[in-house]
C-alpha cells in the first residue's frame, strides 16, 4: 500500500512538473503577441498578422543565416509569418522598379507593401511605426542588441 502512494505521489508531481512547463512554454509562445495585443489595443489575430508582416519584410532583406538568428530569438515565428497577408509589390514589379531606380525607393516600395498588409489586417498604416518599437525590443530582449540591430537594419524604415 505505501509502494502504491509512493508511486501515485511521484506521477502526480511529474504531472506537475510537465503542466508548469507546458505552460511556460505556451506563455513564450505568446509572450510577443500579448505585448501587443494589450500595449496597441489590436486583437491578437490582427497582433500576429502584423507581427509576421514586419518579420516577412526583414526576411526579405537578410540572409537565410542572419534572419535564423532573428527567428531563433522569437518563438513563434513561423506561425506570426503564416498569419501574415502576402506582402504584395515588395518583390515583384515594384520591387525591381525600386532596385533599378535606386536604394531610398526601394525602402518606399517596401514601406508601401507593409503598409498595405496591415491595411488588410484592418489596422491602418501608421499602425506599422507603433508595432515596430515593441518588436524591436522584444527582439532584443530575448535575442540580445546583435540581433535586434539585425532585424531594425532590415526594415524598409
Not at 117 to 129: A, I, T, Y
Amino acid at each position: 500500500m505505501n509502494r502504491g502512494k509512493f508511486f501515485k505521489g511521484k506521477l502526480v508531481s511529474l504531472f506537475t512538473i510537465c503542466l508548469l512547463w507546458y505552460a511556460q512554454s505556451y506563455a513564450g509562445d505568446s509572450g510577443l503577441i500579448g505585448l501587443l495585443s494589450s500595449q496597441l489595443g489590436v486583437t491578437e489575430g490582427q497582433a500576429e498578422g502584423g507581427a509576421g508582416s514586419i518579420f516577412q519584410a526583414a526576411r526579405q532583406n537578410l540572409s537565410i543565416e542572419d534572419f535564423s538568428k532573428v527567428a531563433g530569438a522569437v518563438p513563434g515565428i513561423d506561425r506570426m509569418l503564416g498569419a501574415a497577408p502576402k506582402l504584395e509589390g515588395s518583390s515583384g514589379t515594384l520591387g525591381g522598379l525600386s532596385s533599378m531606380v535606386g536604394g531610398s525607393s526601394g525602402k518606399l516600395g517596401g514601406m508601401a507593401a507593409l503598409t498595405g498588409s496591415f491595411e488588410k489586417l484592418g489596422l491602418s498604416g501608421d499602425m506599422v511605426g507603433k508595432f515596430t518599437p515593441v518588436i524591436l525590443d522584444y527582439v532584443k530582449t530575448q535575442g540580445g542588441e546583435y540581433v535586434m540591430d539585425l532585424l531594425k537594419g532590415a526594415l524598409p524604415f
